[in-house]
């Protein structure tokens, strides 16, 4: 399937690994050129020199999004490489765990980390970008959230409420720019194969005292058990739903929540 993308312009951050970075494989190999943003300047160049992008296609920008100062700069490192032209396509996929542990361990530091990182993160990167976002009278943003927006779990409700943060965001972008062809979806995965879900997996195992391959096996059985296909996903396929929504084939999609879970969320 053609998907319309060929010379399209798309940021991506958090795009040095897992579901970031193969999102930036299939917008390459649908002819997009794409802008590559994450915070680890060395991780950065080594995950982009795997992607094996034609000549100009490929930038990078290495940003830590944890301050306005920093998203606005990353947003005047982005209009500096469009020279005059437009962003066509946003996809936020940086994001963290964050704080976790049962309510009353939490403090308001811990609070206040993963809500800027999760939440505050996507909405001053938007805000940086919009501008060029608005230019072509076309475009598509795409924020990452999770099946934990809708599905809280006790023992990270930060991570949970600013996702459902991420939600209303995106929601509310949606009704507002639409009708100048700026298109706004989320996608919500569930335990994908990426380093966050690994690291969760090697403080599983050391806490249990099992094998890293025990500790998914139990967290599935005991944690995630409408998760009927039985195992993590993987990032790819969550790229593939993403890529679509970024594509001219999802012109009549606004406001939506895409769920790559394998029926994780108990519910329709």
């Not at 929601?171 to 720019?177: E, N």
């Amino acid at each position: 399937m053609d998907l319309g993308i060929t010379g399209r312009t798309a940021l991506v951050t958090g795009g040095d690994s897992g579901i970031g970075w193969n999102t930036a494989r299939l917008l390459l190999d649908e002819g997009a050129t794409v802008i590559l943003s994450d915070m680890d300047e060395q991780s950065l160049a080594a995950s982009a020199e795997k992607l094996e992008a034609p000549e100009g296609r490929l930038h990078t920008v290495t940003a830590d999004l944890s301050t306005d100062e920093a998203c606005q700069a990353l947003g005047a490192r982005v209009e500096e490489i469009l020279d005059g032209g437009s962003l066509d396509i946003l996809v936020h996929c940086a994001g963290v765990t964050g704080a976790q542990g049962l309510f009353h361990e939490i403090d308001d530091e811990g609070w206040v980390s993963t809500l800027t990182t999760d939440l505050l993160a996507p909405v001053r990167v938007t805000r940086a970008v919009l501008p060029a976002l608005r230019r072509g009278g076309w475009g598509r943003a795409v924020f990452l959230a999770s099946e934990d927006a809708v599905q809280p779990y006790d023992d990270e409700i930060p991570y949970c409420s600013a996702k459902a943060g991420v939600l209303a965001f995106a929601k509310g972008l949606s009704q507002t720019y639409a009708g100048e062809g700026l298109l706004v979806n989320c996608v919500s995965p569930a335990f994908i194969h990426t380093p966050m879900t690994d690291k969760m997996m090697e403080r599983r195992s050391k806490m249990e005292d099992m094998s890293f391959d025990e500790a998914v096996e139990t967290f599935l059985s005991d944690q995630r058990p409408h998760m009927e296909l039985g195992r993590r996903g993987e990032p790819d396929e969550v790229a593939n739903v993403i890529v679509f929504l970024c594509s001219e084939a999802a012109s009549f999609v606004n406001g939506s929540n895409y769920r790559v879970d394998a029926g994780s969320v108990a519910t329709i």
